[in-house]
DNA sequence: CATGAATGAGGCTTCATTCAT
DNA sequence: TATGAATGAAGCCTCATTCAT
């Protein structure tokens, strides 16, 4: 009886999010969930009040943090727009590679939701976020506003489009090659 | 008793299309399909003898027939690439708009089936038949054989990662400004 | 493999109609339903599309016919209204005392369900069928219009106010003294 | 922060007395009930060790307390034993169509209990304590201990009768009518 | 004396499918 | 060819209770 490492409800986020980005929200059952993130039955709706749908949303912030963390990431260090866009495909296709993440974590976890407004809502949040984080260094590397939000604009629709590509021909090759799209 | 328009097959396919690429694969049960559908109930597996997975195959296709008609007409008519493609781009815009397609009718219905690789691969081959119309067009309209390739390639992208904004902010805007990501 | 001798249908009604006259409606679980008819667990959405609450409206009515053959039968040889009333009381102190009749099996089932405006409708419809039935015998056996309405309003509520203290009691014998308050 | 009228043990038996009333033992969950009674979660085990099932006789307790004294306001002041017997007929209605009050509050708090055996006894134990306290103003009005008895068990089988008709019926009317039952 | 986090059993309902006709 | 009755598995959620503090 080790004490695991994370707290039931972190365990349940990091299930929630991989199982939903995988299959999608209405594919993953609650027995899966808990299966997959060795929590006890009734610890759920402890947690999480809402039961699934507060999962859901849950799962999408964290998966949007981490998104948020490999974009500062790729930027951090370039010295152009270019640079650290380039980068940022390359990261994207090494994590698609590496964790089969299939497609957007945000889009296959809240675009199928019950609560459709409480979730596209959401999704906009997240997306938003993501595209006024490219943003923030577009302006730092010297992109007038104007471009910038252009810019981080286009990296956003060219990763999603990517992602779904990728998935399809289950292979990260599309990923790559969107830096010649930029 | 009036005799439906459609027989009770193309009644189901388009029934399912439609609530599929709305609610995603898992989140529409074959109760709604049928009531939708005003199909008698046990009509679905005389059609589809494999039940809903056949079922979900068959509406992709037919989706995916009509979007080939929509890269058609958007290209028969146009003098250059960029002018297909920027009426492609508006035809979407206004779909959206019309019917809430909300995001691409494949992904939703493909990308979550409980048999992935027969419904990956279907995805596969529905979105590199979307690809090759695009780039015979280009051809036809002058490009060389790699830059149609990598132009179509693009082009599916954009439309890819605008649907899933378009989606998300409600608005088909982006799927217009589409045109100047070409 | 023997065929039973009723249709699942109504083996889910009678087994509901005596486990809500026990326990009471919420008090009854669809596992111990499902079990104490034999019924295979996917039938009772079949045979009762808005599940148990249909169920127990089948119940109430099903056993609201008992009574009212119970009724029938204690006033079809009675030769005074005062002589059928008396052998209603024993009727029903007999199967009180026989099947454990604990209350009147319409209270139990639909005076608690969750749509109340439906059940209470129901439970009015059956218990002026009751009192109907009680009136026409009235009259039959020469009691004035006015005061057959009366009379059997009087049983009614007799023998519901004998069944609540025969419940408490363990005991018929109260049913039996309802002759004397006639 | 003002502080409540009651408190906590007072308002969860106050708030189980009202909902148990309404909707049963079986149909009040323990988290309505602490919302009602605007109790803290974990109070309830200690103000009632055994959980639900000795809430749900302390709050009989308290209604039968209630019960009793209505029984003794209405025959205090009476001349005669009907006088206070209708007295009492039309106090139950007036509280009926106040407060709604469905039906016998014991009924609906101990004959579904999930310890039988000791709700039973209890609803036994209350009342014979209603019936005595009828009983003891009977004998003080000048009826015969015989007489006295069988009134009072006379009286409080027609207002049990007499709540359940007047539930179904959504009207008090019947509960004044019991007079002439008398 | 009082609290609220945590839990496993059971709640009712919908699911996709098979089968007899 | 076409139907709808019948079914077992799984769906999400609420339950009354225990426990550490």
Known sequence: MTKPALPTKDRLIQSA???FRTRGY???GLADLLTDAKAPKGSLYHHFPNGKSDLAIAAAT???DGMLRVIAASFDGADTFEDGATTLCYKLAKLFDLSGWDTCPIASTLFEGPDNTRFRDHAKH???G???EVQVHAARLGLSEEEA???SERVFVLIQGGWTLA???HS???LRDLRHML
């Open 17 to 19: 999010a991989h199982l």
């Open 26 to 28: 209405h594919g993953v």
């Open 62 to 64: 964290w998966a949007s």
């Open 126 to 128: 997240i997306y938003d």
């Open 130 to 132: 993501w595209i006024a």
């Open 149 to 151: 939000q252009r810019k």
């Open 167 to 169: 998935r399809a021909r």
């Open 172 to 174: 990260s090759e599309i």
